[in-house]
Structures are given as C-alpha cells and as structure tokens.
Antibody
Framework: EVQLVESGGGLIQPGGSLRLSCAAS????????MSWVRQAPGRGLEWVSV???????YYADSVKGRFIISRDNSKNTLYLQMNSLRAEDTAVYYC????????????WGQGTLVTVSS | DIQMTQSPSSLSASLGDRVTITCQAS??????LNWYQQKPGKAPKLLMY???NLETGVPSRFSGSGSGTDFTFTINSLQPEDIATYYC?????????FGQGTKLEIK
C-alpha cells in the first residue's frame, strides 16, 4: 500500500528554519518525481518544489534561495529544508508523488502545518 | 508563468444535477491538465489527468474535456460525497500551477 507521512511542522518565528520530512512506503522515492505543495489557511494550492528521479531540483520563485528539497534513498524519505521563514510561508505542506510525469501528482500525504509567527 | 483561471469560484447545486467547472490557461498547455478533489481537512485527490482521462477507481460520473487553453470538468448526477473543492492544475511548464478552486455545495 502506498503511504506518504509528513512530519516536522510546527510553530516557528520569522527568520527561523524548519525541516519537513515525508516518509514513503509502498514505493521507492528515488524512482519517482516528488514534489512539495502547500496550502495557506483558507487558500488554494501552490506548488513549491520538485525533485526528479535523476536528482534535478526546481523551485517556485517564492521560495527559491530559501528552501531546499532533498531525499535520503536509504530511508526512502523526502525532505524540505525551509530557511529564512516568513509569515507568508504559513501553510499546510503536502508531499506528493508523481509516478508518470513530474507534474502529475497521483498520491498525496496528509500534510503537516507550518505556522510562522512571533 | 502560466496562470490558471477557474470558474466559478463557488457553486451550489442539487443532488442529481449536472455540474460543470471551467478552467482557462493563460497559454497553450496542450492536454497537460489535471483535476483534483479536496474535501475539508483532507489532502487533494487526483480525479482526472491529461484533461480527459479518469484516474483508476474514480466514478464514471466524472468527466473532462478540452485542450489548448480551455478545459471543462463535469460531474453527472451530483452525489452527496462529491461535496468538495475542485482544482485544475497545469503541468505543461514549470512552475506547475493550480486554479484558485471551485467550492461545490449542496443547494
């Protein structure tokens, strides 16, 4: 059974850092395209970042230079390192698998809430 | 960047009704268009991919059409479990982008 379980969210002050994790089971993270998508409270969905099976990474302009996507193949886990956090980064962060095409998200985790506030 | 404009932003319909949502891309995206369903407090779920292909396990009352810049998503015979917010999403180009969502309610 395919599962994605995010963790690492919480309350953080502006300017702080946080690392989100997404533990996968039922498939191999490194053989798929994996993305982070976020949703601010009461708002729509915003794509954040993708890591390709080959290792290439891409970011939304809103997080470029502040966030880093990575994976640990031995742990079958996806990460999002978030630095220099801002109030506007407050959102539920979902990890999503794309098996066939990088932007076709066929399975999502349940999400983890990040709140940036003083 | 490609902008996705979805309409309406909210929709009230009766059980058994046919419901249609439209999505317009700011440039030609061929058929690289997906539709997701999101229920309150839950993660989005892929319903349709490549504009008109039903994801495995999704009921056949859901359908989609379109190519280029204009797309349509239809629910035939609205069921209580269809109450949710629906999003279109393009994946023709990075950054991937979503429509603003259509919140579907029961009249």
């Amino acid at each position: 059974e395919v599962q994605l379980v995010e963790s690492g969210g919480g309350l953080i002050q502006p300017g702080g850092s946080l690392r989100l994790s997404c533990a996968a089971s039922g498939f191999t993270v490194s053989s798929n395209y994996m993305s982070w998508v976020r949703q601010a409270p009461g708002r729509g969905l915003e794509w954040v970042s993708v890591i390709y099976s080959g290792g290439s990474t891409y970011y939304a302009d809103s997080v470029k230079g502040r966030f880093i996507i990575s994976r640990d193949n031995s742990k079958n886990t996806l990460y999002l390192q978030m630095n220099s956090l801002r109030a506007e980064d407050t959102a539920v962060y979902y990890c999503a698998r794309a098996h066939y095409y990088a932007g076709l998200f066929d399975f999502w985790g349940q999400g983890t809430l990040v709140t940036v506030s003083s | 960047d490609i902008q996705m404009t979805q309409s309406p932003s909210s929709l009230s319909a009766s059980l058994g009704d046919r419901v249609t949502i439209t999505c317009q891309a700011s440039q030609d995206i061929s058929n690289y268009l997906n539709w997701y369903q999101q229920k309150p407090g839950k993660a989005p779920k892929l319903l349709m991919y490549d504009a008109s292909n039903l994801e495995t396990g999704v009921p056949s009352r859901f359908s989609g059409s379109g190519s280029g810049t204009d797309f349509t998503f239809t629910i035939n015979s609205l069921q209580p479990e269809d109450i949710a917010t629906y999003y279109c999403q393009q994946y023709d180009n990075l950054p991937y982008s979503f429509g603003q969502g259509t919140k579907l309610e029961i009249k």
